[in-house]
């Protein structure tokens, strides 16, 4: 087997900024992205034994308060290589309804769609899945500790987590292939 090397790449402007904005999550059996091409996807529509529509649980973060990150895991020996992603999120304010939620969500296998700050979306999870392997929900010591989520969710890819659609075009969404919900809305 030949595994070419077919691009360069020239030093890129220093325009990116470092962090993530929020998450979206839906349980991965119930969502298929299609094929990734250079290295994204641009369909989201329903796995084929669920059908009908797809709802994404979107979770607002704090400034400055998660990271989304790719380790690169080979074995020389054994000639492997899969890619480690590893998404923490912080998210202020306990409260009854969010850890009744969270309880149920942390019990899936998820499809997670990391949206950066500077406005790409990565899907974590994109063949296997992402799940919580980690955190703790804690009310802090201090004044100023936070009153809140620590969140730690792990997958293992084959390949680095495809940059996905902008969910917050709606006439992108409108033309995917599942009809989709974004909740809460944009």
């Excluded at 019990?107 to 990565?122: A, E, G, M, P």
């Excluded at 004044?143 to 792990?154: A, E, P, Q, S």
């Amino acid at each position: 087997m030949s595994c070419d090397i077919q691009n360069g790449r020239a030093y890129p402007c220093k325009d990116a900024i470092g962090g993530i904005k929020e998450v979206l999550w839906v349980k991965h059996s119930s969502v298929d992205y299609g094929a990734i091409a250079a290295g994204a996807v641009s369909d989201v529509d329903t796995a084929p034994s669920t059908g009908g529509s797809i709802t994404f649980y979107r979770w607002e973060l704090s400034k400055n308060s998660g990271s989304f990150q790719q380790n690169v895991q080979s074995s020389v020996e054994n000639g492997t290589v899969y890619y480690e992603q590893v998404l923490t999120i912080q998210t202020p304010k306990l409260s009854a309804a969010d850890n009744a939620e969270l309880a149920e969500v942390l019990k899936n296998r998820l499809s997670i769609v990391v949206r950066d700050n500077n406005d790409n979306y990565h899907v974590m999870g994109y063949a296997t899945g992402a799940e919580v392997t980690g955190g703790n929900f804690g009310t802090g010591t201090a004044k100023g500790d936070l009153n809140g989520y620590n969140l730690v969710f792990t997958a293992e890819e084959k390949v680095p987590a495809p940059f996905g659609p902008d969910f917050t075009d709606a006439t992108v969404v409108g033309a995917f292939t599942a009809t989709t919900t974004i909740s809460p809305g944009y």
